[in-house]
């Protein structure tokens, strides 16, 4: 029974093709590119752990030889160890320092994955449109060919002459060509996609677009990436002048023992580093800097989404309201071309004017087409920049 089920389902996955809802979950399990990208996560915290752990201490080990007349000789012995120690607000510094680098990190990933989804997205429109492309050159073709026989017709009747023959014949074979060009168009496409998925084995593809052709656009807004990075950034080199502040990073802890002929010396002590040459003015001037630059860039970013976010929704508008009238065109088209080509099979219409007529229905049904793959295209871009991407 467990059997009959997977063959079904494996011929109606063939038959009728994998949606893409279901064909970005299988990338999102199999792309080699995400999961080298979650690994990153991990590769930071370990860099984190290394930047936080405590140094270890250092063993120091004497032996002096005394020979105070040149007839006796005794040994002294001795044994130090020292262990260096953070300031309390260096330590905490290094602390916003990890916590802003796994941000980052984890922004950085963020980006990458949403990046790769609306290229994912892209690629997959392109396929959509490369198949319904092809249908259409199909139907074209088709169309084309039986024009193609009315006028043999009539040329082997002599009511029609040759130059007319050979237009319409030249015009099928020239369909014809493109076909072949677009077939070749759509495995470079799908070979594409098994790569990007991850994929060695073949699957099938619906071909339906992502998103209908409409002016509305959803309203939910998340934090894009890039402002996601440049705020862990911002964070992170506020760490940076957190341990600037701290004009002693660490100090030198030692204790040892001493034993010398006559008596026994227990040694503890510190060493302070004097900032005498170094006060890091520098470092200070140089992270304020940064941070300005840091600010400059959110707000120039802040204003790119948003004017790059209403030119998308304008255009999308505006893309929408021509596919409906190249709708309404290409049904007065259509009904034209069709009286036009019953004129010319009882020999009342110019074989010219009806070919002409059938180029521009074509042509306009090419327009739609297009005009649907600019919107979806466009609909990614917009939910890239609102952040749909980001989960």
Known sequence: MKKIIMIFLTFSLFSFGMSYEKFKKLTLKNAKFLQRQALSLEVVQEQNNILLRSQNPTLGLQLSRFNPKEISTSYN?????????????????????????????????????????????????????????????????????????????????????????????????????????TRQVLKILYYQLLSIAGLKKSVSLEKHFIYPVSSKNTNEIKTNTKQKILDAQTKLMKSKMRMNDSIINSYQVYGGIENEPDQSILRVGINIPIPVFNTKSEEKQLAKLQAQQLSLDKDQLEIDLFTQAKMLKASIKELSEQYYALKGLKKEQHTLYLLLKEGYEIAQGSIFVMMDTKNKLIQTQKSLLQTQKMINTQKIELRFIQGQYND
Do not use: P, W
């Open 77 to 181: 012995y001795a044994a130090f160890v020292t262990q260096s120690i953070r300031i309390g607000n260096y330590y905490g510094a290094q602390e916003d320092q990890a916590s802003a680098q796994s941000l980052l990190q984890n922004a950085y990933v963020q980006d990458g994955k949403a990046g790769y989804i609306s290229t994912l997205e892209k690629i997959y429109t392109e396929y959509v449109y490369q198949n319904k492309l092809l249908a259409l050159l199909e139907d074209e073709y088709k169309l084309s060919k039986q024009v193609t026989d009315i006028v043999k017709q009539r040329y082997d009747n002599g009511s029609e002459n040759r130059v007319s023959y050979l237009q319409a014949k030249t015009d099928t074979i020239a369909l014809k060509t493109q076909m072949y060009t």
